[in-house]
């Protein structure tokens, strides 16, 4: 699985994850013949070039060591839920590598997530109500902007028109419902030769339909790229659902506090952010503005004071949250927005790097935040999936040659829960403990 940034994760358990993807990585994880590992490329913090470049060296390098170790696979690009990321830019460069793909077939539903596929129509569900994708703020993104909320068009817009919506093809609710696995197989056999394909899904058995259905047809020698999120990767493993990791499953005789970093800036991850402190008033936490970061003769000064104050919480047995300031801060240019993104980012891999106390867990918000703390800030090359804390929220347990191993991480995507869900996963990893009144 090729992760644009470490959510992927999200419904998966007793699974690896690595960071990096250089010939001998990859060679070591296929020869170790697990039914399925995640690669980490954080490709959604990157221009488009550069993601095509990292996608390239990637997929040459997988198959160099597919062919050392006599291991056939099947390549799923996972990448966002709400249709941020770049496509078709890393398809593209896959099919350039593995090709000629018979089809690339799109199937952005994740039911933890609560992102249905319908008629082509691809919506996020809002309490009770399904909301056409481009009508939500990640349609607003600074980056991976779109108009479209049927995938059809989406297509023909992300494509630059290279794609026309009548082109796309579409496997319909009908077909895998009613006619199950065969008949789903049977259109997947009938594709073009590279075309697209929306997969309408929205429930955990139209995944598995669409994944044995594909199965099949690759058994016939069909080559297919798929973009999908979460749920497809269980699916295509066959995975059946484990109940969530419980606050006894975090206990341990570590007296330290744990660590909580919110980088993310969609809305419902300062919404999540707010209540988190509302409900938790003795709450320790820091601000970093935005703006100072960003200066370089203020910065340092920060960090360094900010690095102070978090080893002083967490030798003391406390809790503490750290979180960039919530007012959103954008470029005029689509590269110049990433550079600005790219420096908070390093800045919050900083202050991690210079952690000298270790918590008892880190609680990371946001997907590039997250991918850069973990690879940059905490060493990880290879970590393993131990489940998710809460629907869509992944815990790794990092591993050796880490600063921290056998540390808690949860990967917590920006774009994932309820208004109260940041506050029940701390409240999980906490233990519930009350923070000392001052």
């Given at each position: ?5 470490p959510?992927?994760t999200?419904?998966v ?7 990096c ?16 590992f ?5 490709s ?9 470049a990292?996608t ?10 597919a062919e ?6 099947t ?26 793909i ?14 249905y ?12 109500v ?18 479209h ?15 026309h ?5 579409s ?6 419902r009613r ?10 056999l009938?594709l ?6 929306i ?8 995944a598995?339909?669409?994944a044995?259905a594909a199965l099949?047809a690759?058994?016939?020698g ?15 493993l066959?995975?059946?659902?484990r109940?969530?990791?419980a ?18 800036h969609?809305?419902?991850s ?6 988190l ?8 936490h ?9 200066e370089?003769?203020r910065?340092?000064?920060?960090l ?25 801060v954008?470029?005029?240019k ?8 790219r420096?908070?980012?390093?800045a919050?891999?900083?202050?991690i790097?210079r952690?000298?106390v ?17 690879s ?23 591993g050796?040659e880490t ?13 994932v ?5 940041l ?5 999980k ?10």
């Amino acid at each position: 699985m090729l992760d644009d940034d470490p959510t992927g994760t999200q419904t998966v358990y007793d699974t690896p994850v690595v960071t990096c993807w250089d010939f001998q990585t990859l060679e070591a994880e296929l020869a170790r013949k697990l039914p399925c590992f995640f690669i980490s490329t954080n490709s959604r913090s990157l221009t488009g070039r550069k993601t095509r470049a990292l996608t390239l060296e990637l997929a040459r390098n997988l198959r160099r060591a597919a062919e050392s170790t006599g291991r056939a696979f099947t390549i799923v690009s996972r990448s966002d839920s709400t249709l941020r990321g770049h496509f078709p830019v890393e398809t593209d460069a896959l099919a350039e590598v593995f090709g000629p793909i018979d089809a690339t077939i799109v199937a952005p539903f994740f039911g933890a997530g609560g992102r249905y596929t319908l008629g082509d129509v691809h919506y996020v569900a809002e309490g009770e109500v399904l909301v056409p994708a481009a009508e939500t703020p990640f349609a607003r993104d600074a980056v991976f902007g779109y108009r479209h909320s049927n995938l059809r068009d989406w297509v023909e817009e992300k494509t630059g028109r290279r794609i026309h919506a009548g082109e796309v093809k579409s496997l319909s609710l009908e077909t895998l419902r009613r006619g199950g696995p065969i008949a789903v197989a049977a259109a997947l056999l009938a594709l073009p030769p590279g075309s697209v394909c929306i997969a309408n899904l929205c429930a955990t058995r139209d995944a598995e339909v669409l994944a044995a259905a594909a199965l099949a047809a690759e058994r016939k020698g069909k080559v297919f790229v798929f973009r999908t999120a979460a749920s497809f990767v269980s699916a295509r493993l066959g995975l059946v659902d484990r109940p969530l990791l419980a606050a006894s499953d975090f206990e341990s005789g570590d007296n330290a506090g744990g660590l909580v970093v919110v980088g993310s800036h969609v809305p419902k991850s300062s919404e999540q952010l707010e209540h988190l402190l509302a409900s938790n008033r003795l709450l320790r936490h820091i601000e970093l503005e935005v703006a100072m970061l960003l200066e370089p003769k203020r910065r340092e000064a920060i960090l360094k004071s900010a690095a102070k104050q978090i080893a002083e919480v967490l030798s003391a047995g406390e809790d503490i949250v750290v979180f960039t300031s919530r007012r959103l801060v954008t470029m005029a240019k689509v590269g110049a927005t990433l550079a600005m993104g790219r420096k908070i980012s390093e800045a919050l891999v900083s202050l991690i790097r210079r952690l000298r106390v270790r918590p008892r867990f880190i609680i990371a918000k946001g997907g590039v935040t997250s991918s850069d703390i973990a690879s940059g800030g905490l060493g990880v090359r290879r970590a393993v999936v131990r489940g998710q804390v809460l629907p869509g929220v992944p815990v790794w347990r990092l591993g050796t040659e880490t600063r921290f191993p056998g540390l808690n991480y949860v990967v917590f995507p920006g774009n994932v829960g309820q208004t109260k869900s940041l506050a029940e996963a701390f409240q999980k990893l906490s233990g519930g403990r009350r923070p000392k009144i001052r």
